[in-house]
């Protein structure tokens, strides 16, 4: 088995960020700010369609009476 922490030598082999460390990083928040864009798409259309279901059984109720 090998050491799994990286020795003082080895040490500035991963400090610090590489450009391409940099470009993963972005593409992942750009990735990131998609997602979360779209579940606040989604959350906005179920939150009209509880308004909806509601009005809909309370006009039924409000009728049944």
Known sequence: MGNTY??????KLYSGSSPI???????LDTD???AVAS????NARLKALVV???DLVLRNVVGQK
């Open 6 to 11: 990286p020795t003082f030598r080895n040490q």
């Open 32 to 34: 990131a700010d998609a």
């Open 52 to 54: 909806q279901l509601s």
């Open 21 to 27: 460390r940099a470009t993963e990083d972005t593409e």
């Open 39 to 42: 579940l606040l798409e989604e």
